[in-house]
C-alpha cells in the first residue's frame, strides 16, 4: 500500500470516528419524539449531552419527580425512603466505616452474604467474561453491550480514554460509576435510582424515558405519558385516595409497585441483575396481576402461557429478545417478547402500542378504538402478531378482542346509568343521613375510585361498590382476559359472567329500592292528607278502603266455602 492509499484510509477512519462520536447519541432504539420534546439532534448530540438532558427532565419536580402535587396530604413512612430514594434516601448514619472497593466486598461478605453471592453470579461482576466471548454465544452481543457502557462512561468523564471498566461493584452504583475514592457510609452512600443505572445503561434508561413521549393521547383520555413505567410514581402520588389515605402502610401497597420510575429493579432484581430473569414472563408478574389488572392471570391460563410452562425450561433465556426464537428456541411469546417489541424492534419502551390501557371503562377510550390513531398502532400489533399467526389470524382476533370489549363495555354502562341515576335523586342507601365526606383531597361525587380503599358510613353504598367494581376490575378483567387470549378470563370465570351476575343484582336492586320509594310516597301522601280508612271524602282513601273492604269481603267468603267443605266431607 502506498503513501497516498494510507493517507486515504486513515482519512476514512478519521471520518468514521468522528462521524460516530457525534452520532454516539443517536441511539437507534429510541424514537424521534424524545429527541423532539427534549430539543436535541439525534445525529449530533453526544451520550453526554443526551444524558444530561433526559436526567433534567427526569429530576425535574414539574415534569414528575418526588412527591407530586398532593404532598401536604401525607407523610412518608420509614420504609418510603426505599420506594423513592431520590426525594427520601439519606446515608446511613449508624454504619461509620470508610471502605474501598475491594474493602465493600469483603466486608458484606459477611454482613449480607446474599448480596455478594447475588453480585458474584452477576456480569458486573465478571466483565471479563464478556470480553472473551466467542461470536457462537448467545450472549456475545453483551460484548458489543460493554463497548457502548464504556463509550457512554467516556463521553460522560467517568473513564478515560484507553481505560476499560474492571468491574461494577458496590461502590459504583453506591456511590459513583467508576469511583476511584473510598466510599464513606455516613455520607457517601446512595440507593441507586434510574438515572444511576442510566449512567452506564444509556440507551435502556433513554427508551424508558421516551414513554413519556410516545404516550400521547389524542383527545386527554389520560394524562401525557401515562400509563408508563416511566411515571408510574407519579402516577401514585398524583392519585387523591392515595395522597389522603391516613393508613400509609395500606397505601404503599400501591407504591411497591409505582416505582419503576424511580428505579430498575422491579423488573432486575439485585444484585445478580439477570437479564435473562427479566425476560421470563415471572418478572412481571408480582405487578401486572391481581383483582384489576390480571395479566398474569390471564397470560397464564392461555395457550400461550402453558407453553411456557411446559416448555419454558428448555428455552434459552440468555439470548437477546431479538433472538428469542431463533437462537432461544422460543415457540411461544412472553411478556416481554410482545410489549418489548415494536415494529420488529425491542426496546424499554413498552406503550407504543397500547390502545385500551387496560380500562374500557375511561372516558373517551372506546370511542377512540376506531381512529387513526388507535388504527396505527393495531397494525403494529399485527406486526407482532405475525412472528407466529397469519394476518388474517391476528386481524381477526384483534376484532374479537375489540368487539369483545365493547360488548362488555356496554353491559356494564347499562348498569351504571341505573346506579347513576338512583345517585342523582338521592336514592342510595344513606346517601342523605350517613355519607360522610372522604378525607381530603379526595372529594365527594358518585362512584369514584377511592371507594375502593376508603369507606365510612354508607359511603359507599354497597349497590354503589358494585358498579364501581365493575368497572374496574370485572370489566378490566374481561378485556385482559380477551388481549391474553384466555376465553375462561373473559367469558365465564371472569369478565362476562361476574358482569352479568352484578348487573342481575343491580336490577334487582332498584327494583327494590324504586318499589320502596313508592310504598313511602303512598305513606307519605296518607299522611300529609291526615286521613283514617273511616275518612270517605278522598278518592285514594275511598280505593284504599274499598280494596280493604273487599279483601276483607273475600276473605270471609273463603273461609265460608272452607267451613262448608269441612262439614260436608265430616257428614
Same mark, same amino acid.
Given at each position: 500500500?502506498?503513501? #497516498?492509499?494510507?493517507? &486515504? #484510509?486513515?482519512?476514512?477512519?478519521?471520518?468514521?470516528?468522528?462521524?460516530?462520536?457525534?452520532?454516539?447519541?443517536?441511539?437507534?432504539?429510541?424514537?424521534?419524539?424524545?429527541?423532539?420534546?427534549?430539543?436535541?439532534?439525534?445525529?449530533?448530540?453526544?451520550?453526554?449531552?443526551?444524558?444530561?438532558?433526559?436526567?433534567?427532565?427526569?429530576?425535574?419536580?414539574?415534569?414528575g419527580a418526588g412527591r407530586g402535587t398532593l404532598a401536604q396530604y401525607w407523610?412518608?413512612?420509614?420504609?418510603?425512603?426505599?420506594?423513592?430514594?431520590?426525594?427520601?434516601?439519606? @446515608?446511613?448514619?449508624?454504619? %461509620?466505616?470508610?471502605?474501598?472497593?475491594?474493602? !465493600?466486598?469483603? !466486608?458484606?461478605?459477611?454482613?449480607?452474604?446474599?448480596?455478594?453471592?447475588?453480585?458474584?453470579?452477576?456480569?458486573?461482576?465478571?466483565?471479563?467474561?464478556?470480553?472473551?466471548?466467542?461470536? @457462537?454465544?448467545?450472549?456475545?452481543?453483551?460484548?458489543?453491550?460493554?463497548?457502548?457502557?464504556?463509550?457512554?462512561?467516556?463521553?460522560?468523564?467517568?473513564?478515560?480514554? +484507553? =481505560?476499560?471498566?474492571? =468491574?461494577?461493584?458496590?461502590?459504583?452504583?453506591?456511590?459513583?460509576?467508576?469511583?476511584? %475514592? &473510598?466510599?464513606?457510609?455516613?455520607?457517601?452512600?446512595?440507593?441507586?435510582?434510574?438515572?444511576?443505572?442510566?449512567?452506564?445503561?444509556?440507551?435502556?434508561?433513554?427508551?424508558?424515558?421516551?414513554?413519556?413521549?410516545?404516550?400521547?393521547?389524542?383527545?386527554?383520555?389520560?394524562?401525557?405519558?401515562?400509563?408508563?413505567?416511566?411515571?408510574?410514581?407519579?402516577?401514585?402520588?398524583?392519585?387523591?385516595?392515595?395522597?389522603?389515605?391516613?393508613?400509609? =402502610?395500606?397505601?404503599?401497597?400501591?407504591?411497591?409497585?409505582?416505582?419503576?420510575?424511580?428505579? !430498575?429493579?422491579?423488573?432486575?432484581?439485585?444484585?445478580?441483575?439477570?437479564?435473562?430473569?427479566?425476560?421470563?414472563?415471572?418478572?412481571?408478574?408480582? !405487578?401486572?396481576?391481581?383483582?384489576?389488572?390480571?395479566?398474569?392471570?390471564?397470560?397464564?391460563?392461555?395457550?400461550?402461557?402453558?407453553?411456557?410452562?411446559?416448555?419454558?425450561?428448555?428455552?434459552?433465556?440468555?439470548? $437477546?429478545? %431479538?433472538?428469542?426464537?431463533?437462537?432461544?428456541?422460543?415457540?411461544?411469546?412472553?411478556?416481554?417478547?410482545?410489549?418489548?417489541?415494536?415494529?420488529?424492534?425491542?426496546?424499554?419502551?413498552?406503550?407504543? &402500542?397500547?390502545?385500551?390501557?387496560?380500562?374500557?371503562?375511561?372516558?373517551?377510550?372506546?370511542?377512540?378504538?376506531?381512529?387513526?390513531?388507535?388504527?396505527?398502532?393495531?397494525?403494529?400489533?399485527?406486526?407482532?402478531?405475525?412472528?407466529?399467526?397469519?394476518?388474517?389470524?391476528?386481524?381477526?382476533?384483534?376484532?374479537?378482542?375489540?368487539?369483545?370489549?365493547?360488548?362488555?363495555?356496554?353491559?356494564?354502562?347499562?348498569?351504571?346509568?341505573?346506579?347513576?341515576?338512583?345517585?342523582?335523586?338521592?336514592?342510595?342507601?344513606?346517601? %342523605?343521613?350517613?355519607?360522610?365526606?372522604?378525607?381530603?383531597?379526595? #372529594?365527594?361525587?358518585?362512584?369514584?375510585?377511592?371507594?375502593?380503599?376508603?369507606?365510612?358510613?354508607?359511603? $359507599?353504598?354497597?349497590?354503589?361498590?358494585?358498579?364501581?367494581?365493575?368497572?374496574?376490575?370485572?370489566?378490566?378483567?374481561?378485556?385482559? +382476559?380477551?388481549?391474553?387470549?384466555? $376465553?375462561? /378470563?373473559?367469558?365465564?370465570?371472569?369478565?362476562?359472567? $361476574?358482569?352479568?351476575?352484578?348487573?342481575?343484582?343491580?336490577?334487582?336492586?332498584?327494583?327494590?329500592?324504586?318499589?320502596?320509594?313508592?310504598?313511602?310516597?303512598?305513606?307519605?301522601?296518607?299522611?300529609?292528607?291526615?286521613?283514617?280508612?273511616?275518612?270517605?271524602?278522598?278518592?285514594?282513601?275511598?280505593?284504599?278502603? /274499598?280494596?280493604? /273492604?273487599? /279483601?276483607?269481603?273475600?276473605?270471609?267468603?273463603?273461609?265460608?266455602?272452607?267451613?262448608?267443605?269441612?262439614?260436608?266431607?265430616?257428614?
Open positions: 500500500m502506498n503513501a #497516498k492509499s494510507w493517507l &486515504k #484510509k486513515g482519512a476514512l477512519m478519521l471520518g468514521l470516528v468522528i462521524a460516530g462520536g457525534l452520532q454516539a447519541g443517536n441511539i437507534p432504539s429510541v424514537p424521534n419524539e424524545l429527541y423532539e420534546a427534549l430539543k436535541l439532534d439525534r445525529e449530533k448530540v453526544s451520550p453526554k449531552e443526551l444524558y444530561e438532558a433526559v436526567v433534567k427532565r427526569y429530576k425535574d419536580p414539574e415534569q407523610e412518608p413512612i420509614p420504609y418510603g425512603i426505599y420506594l423513592d430514594p431520590a426525594t427520601f434516601y439519606k @446515608s446511613p448514619t449508624t454504619n %461509620k466505616e470508610i471502605a474501598s472497593r475491594k474493602e !465493600c466486598v469483603e !466486608c458484606h461478605t459477611d454482613e449480607s452474604p446474599v448480596w455478594v453471592q447475588a453480585w458474584k453470579r452477576s456480569t458486573h461482576a465478571n466483565l471479563d467474561k464478556v470480553r472473551n466471548l466467542k461470536p @457462537s454465544d448467545p450472549t456475545f452481543y453483551k460484548k458489543a453491550k460493554l463497548e457502548e457502557v464504556e463509550k457512554n462512561l467516556r463521553s460522560m468523564g467517568k473513564l478515560a480514554e +484507553g =481505560e476499560n471498566l474492571k =468491574e461494577v461493584g458496590c461502590i459504583d452504583c453506591h456511590v459513583e460509576p467508576n469511583a476511584k %475514592k &473510598k466510599a464513606d457510609h455516613t455520607k457517601d452512600i446512595i440507593m441507586p435510582t434510574a438515572d444511576v443505572c442510566g449512567t452506564c445503561h444509556l440507551a435502556e434508561f433513554v427508551e424508558r424515558e421516551s414513554e413519556r413521549d410516545t404516550m400521547i393521547w389524542p383527545h386527554d383520555q389520560w394524562p401525557d405519558g401515562r400509563p408508563s413505567h416511566a411515571l408510574d410514581y407519579k402516577a401514585n402520588v398524583e392519585t387523591t385516595v392515595w395522597a389522603a389515605m391516613p393508613q400509609r =402502610e395500606v397505601a404503599e401497597g400501591c407504591s411497591m409497585c409505582h416505582t419503576n420510575q424511580n428505579k !430498575c429493579d422491579s423488573c432486575h432484581t439485585r444484585h445478580e441483575f439477570s437479564a435473562a430473569e427479566s425476560r421470563k414472563p415471572e418478572a412481571c408478574a408480582t !405487578c401486572h396481576s391481581g383483582v384489576d389488572h390480571n395479566n398474569w392471570e390471564a397470560y397464564s391460563m392461555s395457550k400461550h402461557g402453558k407453553m411456557v410452562s411446559m416448555l419454558g425450561d428448555k428455552w434459552n433465556w440468555e439470548a $437477546p429478545l %431479538k433472538d428469542a426464537y431463533a437462537v432461544g428456541g422460543q415457540n411461544a411469546p412472553t411478556c416481554a417478547g410482545c410489549h418489548m417489541e415494536y415494529e420488529g424492534e425491542y426496546s424499554h419502551n413498552m406503550v407504543r &402500542k397500547i390502545r385500551w390501557a387496560n380500562y374500557p371503562f375511561v372516558p373517551g377510550i372506546a370511542e377512540n378504538i376506531r381512529s387513526e390513531w388507535s388504527e396505527a398502532r393495531l397494525d403494529s400489533w399485527v406486526v407482532t402478531c405475525t412472528q407466529c399467526h397469519s394476518e388474517r389470524f391476528a386481524r381477526s382476533y384483534l376484532e374479537l378482542m375489540d368487539k369483545g370489549t365493547l360488548e362488555g363495555l356496554a353491559k356494564y354502562q347499562e348498569a351504571n346509568a341505573i346506579v347513576h341515576q338512583l345517585y342523582k335523586e338521592g336514592l342510595l342507601t344513606g346517601q %342523605k343521613t350517613n355519607r360522610p365526606a372522604p378525607p381530603a383531597p379526595e #372529594k365527594e361525587g358518585y362512584a369514584y375510585f377511592a371507594q375502593l380503599f376508603w369507606s365510612k358510613g354508607n359511603s $359507599p353504598a354497597a349497590i354503589e361498590l358494585k358498579v364501581l367494581e365493575m368497572h374496574e376490575n370485572d370489566l378490566a378483567k374481561m378485556h385482559v +382476559g380477551l388481549a391474553h387470549v384466555n $376465553p375462561g /378470563g373473559w367469558t365465564y370465570t371472569e369478565g362476562w359472567g $361476574p358482569i352479568n351476575r352484578a348487573y342481575v343484582e343491580i336490577q334487582d336492586e332498584n327494583t327494590r329500592i324504586r318499589e320502596m320509594v313508592a310504598l313511602q310516597e303512598r305513606v307519605k301522601n296518607l299522611e300529609n292528607k291526615k286521613t283514617s280508612l273511616l275518612d270517605l271524602d278522598g278518592t285514594a282513601e275511598k280505593i284504599s278502603l /274499598g280494596g280493604l /273492604g273487599g /279483601g276483607m269481603l273475600l276473605a270471609g267468603t273463603l273461609a265460608l266455602a272452607g267451613w262448608r267443605r269441612r262439614k260436608q266431607s265430616e257428614a
